[in-house]
């Protein structure tokens, strides 16, 4: 199996572009086979916009490079390519292809100053204008043509940018007033950082080998990007033979008064995601509530210090704490007897990690000795860490590892995209999902996934990984109107598409593609 694509931030991509040349591969290599591949898929997916021609946008670096590969190859295909630059090229390897392409292309479709329109015909526009190392606000000319890219794209032309879109700082997805909002992004080697924080600057993404080849996977600790390959090599089957205890057996502990629902959410997701047999343990006030709505579960009241064994300890194979708990007294001490009891695989979400504000050592001292996973939204995130909500937001690749190592549980901090933390530092992230799941019970949900796959997979880490990706692929799979707005959808539908959320496609992936994510969002 191919290794998983590497999520980095601007300064970990040119790491690895240096330990590539530095090794021997030519980096005017590296940036023709960029532009080739780019060039390949272009055709392939558009091939329908390409007899209107192309207009291709080049920048002074390499990013601009890039393009002038991109119009070379395709004008050498017989598509009528114009390119518009909005400044000569400045790097060597970018003048050099630049000389290449000026052979292939007429010179009256060749703009080296920038018109005061783009008016013309071509139905798709490739941005090569700023790529990986651009920051700052895009200004002067490349400012002018990002503006009339944007006129252009409301009159039915669409955008392929390079790398990352123009504007787009690729470390943190931050995009300026002035920046190419793309139709598809083709990315070279990696997958940035940017691309999973803005995805709706983005389109669809798309990363292409370029022949870095070992140095892609540069172990300097940037995490992984999960994948649908990765996920199904590690779903465990279910024998022909199997029965309950074989599919184990899960006690989601919750349901507050007033909040029922909750726990019968994670209960109809578990049971979606191949579990054997679940169990609510809920507030007496909640007890009817959860039997009448989830008929297939087992249900029992909050035990007493004498009733954990019996109802929870001696049955469960894993147990899930949290979804609807409420954040009393009584709930706190519930948790904490739970806990003291039931030493196996456990889950805390929701109100279980909001009751230990600015208390993760205390709660490490209750999870001690267990295979453990966390899956806070930042916010609960920020209230059990202690740290200012905006700084999770913009560092949610790092935070979770030192809250991981403080656990000594998986960390699956949720959000777009989600990053799982490892207490040994490994990190994993998951960019499956859409807007449907950003609605109350969505926790909920990926709680009953989670606790299954805590209880089949012996790695809390895999586990994690695994659930968040398959929460993610379900709400992928619910239709939406034509234009891609999720209005309409309810959590029930997402449940619902856990049902075939669980066969994966195992054939061999289409080279030079090593991974690929796609439109998320209302079309804009």
């Keep these: 199996m191919r290794d998983l694509v590497r999520v980095v931030t601007s300064s970990e991509s040119a790491a690895r572009d240096a330990s590539a040349i530095a090794s021997g591969i030519p980096s005017r290599a590296l940036m023709q086979r960029a532009g080739a591949a780019a060039a390949a898929e272009i055709a392939l997916r558009h091939r329908d916009r390409l007899a209107r021609g192309v207009l291709v946008l080049a920048g002074p670096g390499n990013n601009g490079g890039d393009a002038w590969v991109v119009a070379r190859a395709l004008a050498t295909s017989g598509v009528r390519v114009r390119v518009v630059e909005a400044t000569i090229a400045k790097t060597p390897d970018a003048r050099a292809e630049r000389s290449l392409a000026l052979e292939v292309l007429d010179a009256s479709d060749v703009a080296s100053v920038v018109p005061q329109s783009l008016e013309s015909g071509e139905a798709l526009?490739?941005?090569?204008?700023?790529?990986?190392?651009?920051?700052?606000?895009?200004?002067?000319?490349?400012?002018?043509?990002?503006?009339?890219t944007a006129a252009l794209r409301t009159r039915d032309a669409i955008v392929v940018a390079l790398d990352v879109p123009s504007g787009l700082d690729a470390s943190t997805g931050v995009a300026h007033e002035l920046a190419v909002r793309a139709d598809l992004t083709l990315t070279f080697g990696t997958i940035k950082r940017g691309h999973l924080m803005n995805r709706e600057r983005c389109g669809a993404i798309v990363a292409l080998d370029i022949g870095l080849g070992v140095h892609a996977s540069l172990d300097d600790g940037a995490p992984l990007l999960v994948d649908e390959a990765w996920v199904g090599a590690r779903v465990p089957s279910i024998p022909a033979d199997a029965h309950k205890g074989v599919r184990k057996k899960i006690a989601i502990v919750g349901g507050a008064a007033g909040m029922a629902g909750a726990t019968v959410l994670a209960a109809r997701a578990a049971m979606r995601s191949g579990v054997g047999m679940v169990k609510l343990v809920v507030a007496p006030e909640s007890l009817g509530a959860v039997q009448e709505a989830e008929p297939y579960a087992l249900a029992a009241q909050w035990p007493g210090d004498d009733?954990?064994?019996?109802?929870?300890?001696?049955?469960?194979?894993?147990?899930?704490?949290?979804?609807?708990?409420?954040?009393?007294?009584?709930?706190?001490?519930?948790?904490?007897?739970?806990?003291?009891?039931?030493?196996?695989?456990?889950?805390?979400?929701?109100?279980?990690?909001?009751?230990?504000?600015?208390?993760?050592?205390?709660?490490?001292?209750?999870?001690?000795?267990?295979?453990?996973?966390?899956?806070?939204?930042?916010?609960?995130?920020?209230?059990?860490?202690?740290?200012?909500?905006?700084?999770?937001?913009?560092?949610?690749?790092?935070?979770?590892?030192?809250?991981?190592a403080t656990l000594n549980a998986v960390v699956l901090l949720k959000g777009v995209p989600t990053v799982i933390a490892a207490p040994n530092g490994r990190r994993l992230v998951s960019a499956s999902g859409t807007p449907a799941l950003a609605a109350a019970g969505s926790g909920d949900v990926l709680s009953g996934i989670s606790g299954t796959m805590l209880a089949q997979v012996d790695d809390p880490f895999v586990a994690a990984a695994i659930a968040a990706w398959v929460h993610g692929r379900a709400a992928e799979r619910v239709p939406v109107t034509g234009t891609g707005d999720v209005r309409g959808i309810a959590l029930e539908d997402v449940v619902n598409e856990l049902r075939d959320s669980w066969t994966f496609d195992d054939r061999p992936g289409r080279y030079p593609v090593i991974a690929e994510l796609p439109i998320v969002g209302a079309a804009t």
């Design 307 to 404: 009733g954990v064994d019996q109802v929870i300890a001696n049955w469960a194979d894993a147990v899930i704490i949290g979804p609807g708990l409420g954040r009393h007294q009584e709930s706190r001490a519930l948790l904490e007897r739970t806990l003291r009891h039931w030493t196996g695989p456990t889950l805390l979400d929701a109100d279980a990690l909001t009751l230990f504000e600015g208390d993760a050592r205390g709660l490490a001292k209750l999870l001690a000795g267990r295979p453990a996973i966390v899956t806070p939204h930042p916010m609960e995130f920020a209230r059990l860490s202690g740290l200012d909500l905006q700084h999770v937001l913009d560092n949610r690749f790092e935070v979770g590892k030192e809250l991981a």
């Design 125 to 148: 526009i490739v941005d090569g204008l700023l790529g990986t190392g651009g920051n700052g606000e895009p200004h002067g000319d490349i400012a002018r043509l990002i503006a009339l």
